[in-house]
């Protein structure tokens, strides 16, 4: 999906696709994910989980690097690793606003794709606690899958706004559209949340954006 100034994923990144690019399992290389509170085997389709956000962004190099684009991010820049903002042509997170335009897809409906989370959304009164196959749900008017529920994905920012744009502050990161382990309360577009950028969780993931140059 070509938004206005970005590119979109049109589902969350898989265990599968994560493994390829990165040559490792999320799940299995990590000794410090939380894993308690997903029942899912760790299936091929699944969203790729126990990513943290230093994880995203090195994912997101290692995939414009194979594809043959420009990396966005500088790792050895602990400070601000994306110096080269809007203009870097490869693959990154997407900032919070871009993630709610793309969620909302210019509706004004509580999750990306309506009012109703049945047909919309992995949460905590479907989910049986596990992650599912991405791109089952609905999609939203964007054609985006699972920007509500299923894992909550990673952003680059926590809303801060200054004089250059987004900007961080400490090392809170933010993480929007809620997980498989969240109730209803948790998973409207508007409801992002932060955690630690080095965190770990069985509820957070990755969906990519590339600029529109």
Known sequence: ??????????????????????????????????????????????????????????????????????TCYDLNNKGNPWTKGLACSGFRLPTSSEWSSAASAGYQSLYAGGNELGGLAWYQANSDQSTHTVGVKDANANGLHDMTGNVAEWVWDDGVVGPNGLILKGDARMHCGGSAGDPESKLSIDNCGTSPGDLRDVGLGIRLVRSLN
Request: glycine share 10%.
């Open 1 to 70: 999906f070509a938004a206005k100034y970005y590119y979109v994923g049109e589902v969350e990144v898989s265990l599968d696709f994560y493994n390829r690019v990165m040559g490792k399992d999320p799940i299995q290389s990590s000794t410090d994910c939380v894993r308690e509170g997903n029942k899912a085997p760790g299936g091929k389709g699944e969203p790729a989980y126990c990513v943290s956000w230093w994880d995203a962004l090195k994912f997101a190099n290692r995939l414009s690097t194979t594809l043959g684009l420009e």
